[in-house]
């Protein structure tokens, strides 16, 4: 994801949400390659909450985690597909001020070979929902 402007960053002050798209499979099944996402910048984080938050590495690449707890230092943050990697497995927990927003939206696109009035029936219905984050995400994490 490419790095917001200091023009996006004024903006954020005023208006708390923003969007982003999702890169790459870290985070299926719950989020997909191309989903458009409704981020709230700012917004308290929970454990089990999907954040976007910037690279600790490469402070210019935007991240879609989920916040699996906290710990010394920040935020213990790991991708829902376990065999994709680019987690805090890799580069430990993520400072608070790194984590930069929660998911609240998830909006599908639809698909090119969706065209049968059931296939286009069924995405209308699943295109938009909401991502919440699981209560018992850290237990379930932690034990990966």
Same mark, same amino acid.
């Given at each position: ?33 191309? $989903?458009? @996402? #409704? /981020?709230?910048?700012? =917004?308290?984080? *929970?454990? !089990?909450?999907?954040? +976007? %938050? ?5 402070? $210019?690449? @935007? #991240? /879609?985690?989920?916040? =699996?707890?906290? *710990?010394? !230092?920040?935020?213990? +943050? %790991? ?66």
């Amino acid at each position: 994801m490419p790095e917001p402007s200091q023009e996006t960053e004024r903006r954020r002050a005023a208006a708390p949400f923003g969007l982003a798209e999702v890169t790459g499979p870290s985070m299926v099944p719950t989020l997909h390659h191309g $989903d458009q @996402l #409704v /981020v709230q910048y700012g =917004a308290r984080v *929970r454990p !089990g909450d999907v954040v +976007v %938050l910037r690279h600790p590495f490469q402070q $210019d690449l @935007l #991240v /879609v985690k989920r916040a =699996a707890e906290r *710990r010394e !230092g920040g935020w213990w +943050v %790991l991708g829902d597909n376990a065999f994709a990697g680019g987690d805090s497995t890799d580069y430990g927990t993520v400072p608070d001020e790194l984590v930069l927003g929660r998911v609240r939206l998830r909006y599908r696109p639809r698909r090119r070979d969706q065209r049968s009035p059931l296939a286009v029936l069924r995405w209308a219905l699943s295109a938009a929902r909401p991502v919440r984050g699981f209560g018992s995400v850290s237990r379930r994490l932690r034990a990966r």
